[in-house]
């Protein structure tokens, strides 16, 4: 991945780490500094012995905490990075460990500025490589502006770029925190606020809104309801506060990725590792037509709060235009073939089989009511979902990609894979599948996540012809 501008090489001269890695490395030994609070809490000393016994137990801590400060600051002090041909970084103190990365092959640089690292003005950089790793190849703690030479990929007023909106994020948002169980749980919230307002409504009404919003609730479940809320608010402001101000901005073969209110991110991608591009749409989405892409690359995506979201929530117009401008010259695939209408069943049994089951609590009657009803509306939301997904479902191979179109659990999925990196295709058919002549078709494609496609029910003749044609390119 080329820079405009990187650090000059400094030869065999180490620079040091910002001071943040001592507050980070010690998030894995933080544990132990409480244990002279958690001894002080059950020790309750009545006598003077026990009182010395007190105090020399908590000077023991307390030397223990010291050791382990010491030793913090021991491997900060040995953790450095040089710049020689490419980036060299050491750590470790009984067991060394240095580790040389050729900036030409990273495959992602990210950027991450907390509240904490703001206030300490350093940055914490992930930098990755194409190989197979669960975390980052590399992870610095710099000063803000030595940061900056790893992420700066140029400025230009011809480079292509694109905006969310905060309309559609905050849609987005509201769908990936679980909007159905927010849905559910709103009552006990509405029921709520009727009685605060009760004071100006008649009470005939406010009898009447009681009895429709609260679905049968036993006053028990009240505070368990409201908890759910309470949970769901707080994944749709997180959510929210990821992608909010999120842009995008493509320039030569580097993607350039910010976004976050409170943790801010900065991320390069090479678009050369591109190996798939995945569009993501739930039930909620879908009443806003609104779209989610995202990529798969690989080199990027290993952290565990990394989601490669390229466009956060677009209509169909606009997500056409934000991805000819982002990833004009990425090959997709239109058509393929689709199960047939025999097929239907074996879209919708599992979930019709879910929503019969929600029978049982609602004979066993009072507190089980409630818990049927949520079990109720969880199988009939699966259910469309599946419906969805099988009018929707498609395989199919063109000249320069491979598109995948299903549904995996309460969201819709189309994929399309270049030819060259769509490495694994797996058919299988079980024995009632042999009998209706159809297959189940798994595509693997390399990259971070692993992820499977699958698609269900297809025609296995034209899949056999497709996989030919798979083959042969």
Known sequence: MKRSVLPADSGNTWRRQHGAFLLYDARKWGLLLFIPVLRAILTHPETLAETVS???TFLRDLGLAGLLGSWLF??????GYRMSGGLCTRRGLLFRRTLFVSMEDAASVESECSLLLWLLHARRLHINTAGLRRRSDVTLYLPAAEAR???ASGRSENDARFAARPVPVAVMAASSSNAALGLLTLAPALRQAGRILGRELPAEMLTLADRLLSLGLPPLLDSLANILIIGWCFAFVRSFFRYAGFRARRRGECLHLTSGLLT???VLVDCRRITALELRQTL????????TATITAAGYGRERESRPVVVPAARARPLCAALDTLMGDYPLCSGGVRPGRRALGRYLLPPLGLTAGALVPFLMGRLWAMAGLVWLAGGLWWLVIRWMGFRRAAFGVGEEAVILRYSRGLALYEVHIPIEVADCLIVTRSPWQRRSGTCTVELRCYGEKRRRHRVRALPYDAVLHLSGRLCSQ
């Open 149 to 151: 030479y790893f992420t």
């Open 54 to 56: 007190a105090l020399l």
């Open 264 to 266: 801010r991110r900065d």
């Open 284 to 291: 909620f989405m879908r009443l806003f037509r609104l779209y």
């Open 74 to 79: 021991l491997r900060w002090q040995r953790a």
